[in-house]
């Protein structure tokens, strides 16, 4: 990563998982794409009284799901989700991976086909000080919250708040809430938060109602 | 003509304990064995803390199913006493609730680990997973491993002696199931005091078995572990085995089955049969890198059909037949093959769903990137409908060059979901229903 180039507050995973948890009624089905060694499931389970189930590919990842004694199914989300039954879940989390995956159409749909809502965390590349970089500099935008050159980078998508919103509008599905994170913080209905979030969670629904 | 055994990754015999032709040099294991370094056998009994070996154990025999409690067989046929050759490595807890039982594939026996003296060159099967620290640690673990019904290594089979007292059974052996092999082993699990096991492990046809454990006994395991198997097996599956007892039929030495008492029985068959199954065990890369089309001797070819092992496959091959005619009984090979083509849980149980609602045990199922005789999409299929019903599954498609032997092989891989998997099945306690 360039030093000279300006970093970003990077993403604070536990105030990620406690922004996910928040969402997430005690009790319920939930299932995590890309869910890591199971940190927030493990969380889920043991505060939540969740039922929960992992999706990762990584297999010392999933190694240390089993660990905290989670199910896992190794899968690449990129497969979609055949081994998921419709409706299994209630909630379905998928954190700061959607910009990883190489069809985010289908994985948004494959989400809301195994459950009834999904919690989305994206970064938000329309950041004023990414889209900064871009101007000034003419270079794809290495930050802390995207610490990665653009031809060696899990990011194989580049979206804006805007954008999301877009797509999910797009296939039908509804963003129940938005909520943007600046500087490591959850502020709902910020202003400019285009501008000035870093990322943002989604909350999305098969209806609107 | 000379036969050499060649040793290295990907060759490792799959189903039996031919180890001199197997070597774990390519994986950089410590402990190395056979004929090549005997004396480090001889460390491994002396003093088994040292290199996770369970030293010197013994095969032990119980008689089930004793007269008027006879077994009835999914075929119709009735037997007993059945005769079950096992062996336990570690110890039972006081509260009986850390044993683990292995289920052997199709020609494995109940010598897992260890070794049967201290001269004893070849450990059991599955030595480099069954030991103090390793994947199935007999130091935290009580592990139980039993030779199946219709097997030819000390349990009941058509080897054995008739009930009838008119020589051994031969083809006269009642027909037999994995369902009948399970309902025999789960007979010993409770000859050996035990109600419920910890976990319930096995590959290929040992995973079918833990299956068949699952739906007929689900409140007997709180695990069952399931290695490159699946709820059947699928066509490709049959098609090899029927090659297999094709040649041992067709073979002069077989006789129907009643060659007990003959110098020879059908050798070349079963043999043959071995080299077909092996190549099944194999992937299309081990078999590549182990092989290519290297000579066995010298670089030009000799222009001489007769010369059967010309090619270094070949010769590996004729190997495998060989060690393989010296252990196993063709008799037992047909009744097991077709053991395992009758295996479809689905049809057994009404269907998949049903055969597994019952259990309340945690599913570990792994399946292997190249495996080709069980392909990952058989162990989804598995997983897909445990998660139907609601079952705590894990599911890793391990990344492996070795095929369908894989999980004989990668120990280190396997033992690394494995191990925290059980750790947390067993401190959940025995949550007996």
């Known amino acids: 990563m360039n030093a000279s180039r300006y970093s970003m507050p990077g993403f604070d995973s536990g105030l990620i998982d406690e922004l996910l948890l928040d969402q997430v009624d005690s009790g319920s089905r939930v299932i995590d794409l890309g869910c890591g060694d199971g940190r927030l499931l493990a969380r889920l389970r043991d505060e939540r009284n969740c039922q929960v189930l992992g999706i990762e590919l990584g297999l010392v990842e999933l190694t240390g799901a089993i660990g905290r004694g989670l199910s896992v199914i190794q899968t690449d989300l990129d497969r979609g989700l055949d081994d998921i039954p419709d409706d299994s879940f209630d909630t379905a989390v998928l954190s700061q991976t959607l910009q990883e995956v190489r069809r985010p159409t289908t994985v948004l749909r494959e989400m809301l086909r195994v459950a009834q809502r999904a919690l989305i965390v994206v970064p938000n590349f329309g950041h004023w000080r990414v889209r900064l970089k871009v101007v000034q500099q003419g270079r794809a935008p290495v930050t802390d919250a995207l610490p990665y050159e653009w031809y060696d980078t899990p990011n194989l998508h580049v979206c804006s708040m805007h954008d999301i919103r877009d797509l999910v509008e797009q296939l039908g599905f509804f963003v129940i809430r938005e909520i943007p994170i600046i500087k490591g913080r959850p502020v709902e209905r910020a202003w400019w938060a285009n501008l000035r979030a870093d990322s943002a969670l989604y909350v999305v629904e098969r209806t609107g109602e | 003509?000379?036969?050499?055994?060649?040793?290295?990754?990907?060759?490792?015999?799959?189903?039996?304990?031919?180890?001199?032709?197997?070597?774990?040099?390519?994986?950089?294991?410590?402990?190395?064995?056979?004929?090549?370094?005997?004396?480090?056998?001889?460390?491994?009994?002396?003093?088994?803390?040292?290199?996770?070996?369970?030293?010197?154990?013994?095969?032990?025999?119980?008689?089930?199913?004793?007269?008027?409690?006879?077994?009835?067989?999914?075929?119709?046929?009735?037997?007993?006493?059945?005769?079950?050759?096992?062996?336990?490595?570690?110890?039972?807890?006081?509260?009986?609730?850390?044993?683990?039982?292995?289920?052997?594939?199709?020609?494995?026996?109940?010598?897992?680990?260890?070794?049967?003296?201290?001269?004893?060159?070849?450990?059991?099967?599955?030595?480099?997973?069954?030991?103090?620290?390793?994947?199935?640690?007999?130091?935290?673990?009580?592990?139980?491993?039993?030779?199946?019904?219709?097997?030819?290594?000390?349990?009941?089979?058509?080897?054995?002696?008739?009930?009838?007292?008119?020589?051994?059974?031969?083809?006269?052996?009642?027909?037999?199931?994995?369902?009948?092999?399970?309902?025999?082993?789960?007979?010993?699990?409770?000859?050996?005091?035990?109600?419920?096991?910890?976990?319930?492990?096995?590959?290929?046809?040992?995973?079918?078995?833990?299956?068949?454990?699952?739906?007929?006994?689900?409140?007997?395991?709180?695990?069952?572990?399931?290695?490159?198997?699946?709820?059947?097996?699928?066509?490709?599956?049959?098609?090899?085995?029927?090659?297999?007892?094709?040649?041992?039929?067709?073979?002069?030495?077989?006789?129907?089955?009643?060659?007990?008492?003959?110098?020879?029985?059908?050798?070349?068959?079963?043999?043959?049969?071995?080299?077909?199954?092996?190549?099944?065990?194999?992937?299309?890369?081990?078999?590549?890198?182990?092989?290519?089309?290297?000579?066995?001797?010298?670089?030009?070819?000799?222009?001489?059909?007769?010369?059967?092992?010309?090619?270094?496959?070949?010769?590996?091959?004729?190997?495998?037949?060989?060690?393989?005619?010296?252990?196993?009984?063709?008799?037992?090979?047909?009744?097991?093959?077709?053991?395992?083509?009758?295996?479809?849980?689905?049809?057994?149980?009404?269907?998949?769903?049903?055969?597994?609602?019952?259990?309340?045990?945690?599913?570990?199922?792994?399946?292997?990137?190249?495996?080709?005789?069980?392909?990952a999409s058989q162990g989804r299929e598995v997983v897909r409908t445990l998660l139907d019903v609601g079952r705590d599954v894990t599911f890793v498609e391990f990344d492996s060059v070795y095929g369908h032997d894989a999980f004989l092989i990668e120990h280190a891989q396997l033992a690394g979901v494995v191990v925290p998997f059980l750790e947390q099945t067993f401190a959940r306690g025995t949550n007996v229903p």
């Open chain 2, 1 to 375: 003509m000379q036969e050499v055994p060649l040793s290295g990754p990907g060759v490792r015999d799959c189903h039996n304990r031919d180890r001199t032709a197997s070597a774990d040099k390519a994986h950089g294991l410590a402990r190395r064995r056979g004929v090549i370094e005997p004396m480090a056998i001889e460390m491994s009994t002396t003093n088994p803390a040292d290199d996770g070996s369970v030293g010197v154990v013994e095969t032990q025999t119980v008689t089930l199913f004793e007269p008027p409690a006879t077994l009835t067989l999914a075929g119709g046929g009735r037997l007993g006493p059945v005769t079950v050759a096992y062996e336990t490595y570690g110890t039972l807890s006081p509260e009986r609730d850390n044993a683990i039982f292995i289920c052997h594939a199709l020609t494995g026996d109940a010598h897992a680990a260890g070794v049967h003296d201290s001269s004893d060159e070849k450990p059991g099967w599955w030595d480099d997973f069954v030991g103090p620290g390793k994947g199935l640690d007999t130091d935290r673990y009580y592990v139980i491993c039993a030779n199946v019904l219709g097997g030819c290594q000390g349990t009941t089979g058509p080897g054995t002696t008739s009930s009838d007292g008119d020589g051994p059974w031969g083809l006269r052996f009642p027909f037999l199931t994995v369902d009948d092999i399970v309902r025999v082993h789960a007979g010993l699990v409770e000859h050996l005091g035990i109600s419920r096991l910890l976990a319930v492990i096995g590959g290929s046809l040992g995973g079918m078995q833990v299956l068949e454990w699952a739906a007929r006994f689900p409140d007997r395991l709180r695990s069952a572990i399931v290695l490159a198997s699946g709820a059947k097996l699928a066509a490709r599956g049959i098609a090899f085995n029927a090659i297999g007892r094709r040649a041992i039929l067709v073979d002069p030495g077989f006789n129907d089955g009643n060659y007990y008492d003959q110098d020879e029985g059908p050798r070349f068959g079963l043999a043959l049969a071995r080299m077909v199954a092996h190549i099944t065990y194999l992937s299309e890369d081990s078999i590549e890198l182990k092989f290519g089309r290297r000579l066995q001797q010298g670089d030009s070819f000799a222009y001489d059909l007769t010369r059967e092992t010309e090619f270094q496959v070949e010769s590996y091959l004729h190997y495998q037949g060989k060690r393989f005619v010296e252990r196993f009984d063709a008799n037992s090979y047909l009744f097991l093959t077709r053991a395992m083509d009758y295996f479809d849980l689905a049809s057994t149980h009404g269907s998949l769903t049903r055969a597994f609602a019952q259990t309340e045990a945690r599913f570990l199922v792994t399946s292997y990137s190249t495996d080709w005789l069980f392909p």
